[in-house]
């Protein structure tokens, strides 16, 4: 099984509002990650969990915060987003080696997100 | 330079023939070259992944090749098909880092 699951599928909210994406792995994978991808645009990385501690943050603006509450769930917390904000934010998991090398990552459906 | 320059943007096939995706790196520190395959509304999907002590790798419809020397590498889907049409990423790891640096895409559209 190699399913990471995001909900939800759609969000749409107002510039003050607060909301959360959550996504779930059951894969045993101990590596989590956040991307935000543009419309014909790559995914573009936000941020890595290793071990459920944050490893990368690529200069993420604020309104954005992580969380990884346990090994199998990743949260992102969102707080007074913008427009330019809408994107469809996927969640990736991946086994991690212990030399470091790269695992394939999985992608999750993710969350159409609208901020208006 | 972390960036995978992906060409071309976009590329119309006929059914039954071959399409033929390219991709080029320049720094050495890439370890990992997975390609996605991503079908819209969609999460992107593993589609074939090299290491780049292997030229080439084939799976099923789907070949990678790899050429260290001129740090390029290029997607084969032989026989394509209607339902091959999607946008597909080629995709480098920096090693030790987690990072996955994708190239731009590109659009395939295999006609009937």
């Known amino acids: 099984d190699t399913e990471v699951t995001q909900t939800p599928k759609h969000l749409v909210m107002g510039m003050t509002n607060k909301k959360s994406l959550k996504c779930e792995q059951h894969m045993g994978h101990r590596a989590m990650y956040w991307y935000k991808q543009k419309a014909k645009k790559p995914p573009e990385l936000m941020f890595v969990?290793?071990?459920?501690?944050?490893?990368i943050n690529e200069s993420v603006p604020s309104r954005f915060s992580p969380e990884c509450p346990n090994s199998s769930l990743l949260n992102l917390h969102l707080h007074a987003l913008q427009p330019e904000d809408s994107a469809l934010y996927l969640c990736a998991s991946s086994r991690l080696q212990l030399a470091g090398g790269q695992e394939t990552q999985y992608f999750g459906p993710g969350t159409r997100l609208l901020v208006l | 330079q972390q960036q995978v320059k992906q060409s071309p943007q976009s590329l119309i096939v006929q059914k039954g023939g071959i399409s033929i995706i390219n991709c080029a790196y320049e720094n050495t520190a890439f370890d990992y070259f997975p390609w996605y395959q991503q079908f819209p509304g969609k999460g992107p999907a593993l589609l074939i992944a090299?290491?780049?002590?292997?030229s080439e790798k084939k799976e099923g419809r789907f070949t990678i090749s790899f050429n260290k020397s001129a740090k390029q590498f290029s997607l084969h889907i032989m026989d394509s098909q209607p339902g091959d049409s999607a946008t597909y990423f080629c995709?480098?790891?920096?090693?030790?880092?987690?990072?996955?640096?994708f190239g731009q895409g590109t659009t395939l559209q295999v006609k009937p």
């Open positions: 969990y290793s071990y459920e501690k944050l490893s």
């Open positions: 995709a480098a790891s920096l090693r030790n880092t987690g990072k996955l640096i």
């Open positions: 090299i290491r780049p002590d292997v």
